[in-house]
């Protein structure tokens, strides 16, 4: 399984998958995730939070779209010359130091490689 948004290049975390769990993996080279509480801090190992993935694939931003880059992509606290990203997405670091994915802190899907809100969505 290889987990990663477009903001991050695509591939940021890998695992050969089982049945047992739903892994996101481990970070790949040149990246780093965080599992952050509600107010940054780093989540200690089976709690969950939102992840954030920081390293070379972090991109800069949406075109055109300062504000949503800005409630997206900030300075890593943890490593001041660099970016991270705000996935949206819960997950929690097993014992074994992968990311376990356990939903999204919205309510967005991804359908044939378009994001949907399903918030936005009224009946006809």
Known sequence: ?????????VDALSV???ENTVSLGRPI?????????????????????ELYIAGDGVGRGYLNLPEFTNEKFMNDPFN????MYKTGDIGRWLPNG????????DHQVKIRGYR???SEIHNL
């Open 80 to 83: 001041p010359n660099d970016r």
């Open 16 to 18: 050969e998958c089982s």
């Open 29 to 49: 080279s040149n990246v780093r995730c965080y599992i952050l509480d509600k107010d940054k801090n780093i989540s200690p190992i089976g709690v969950p939070g």
């Open 116 to 118: 949907i809100e399903l």
């Open 98 to 105: 992968e990311i376990e994915f356990l939903g999204r802190e």
């Open 1 to 9: 399984n290889n987990y990663g948004p477009a903001e991050t290049t």
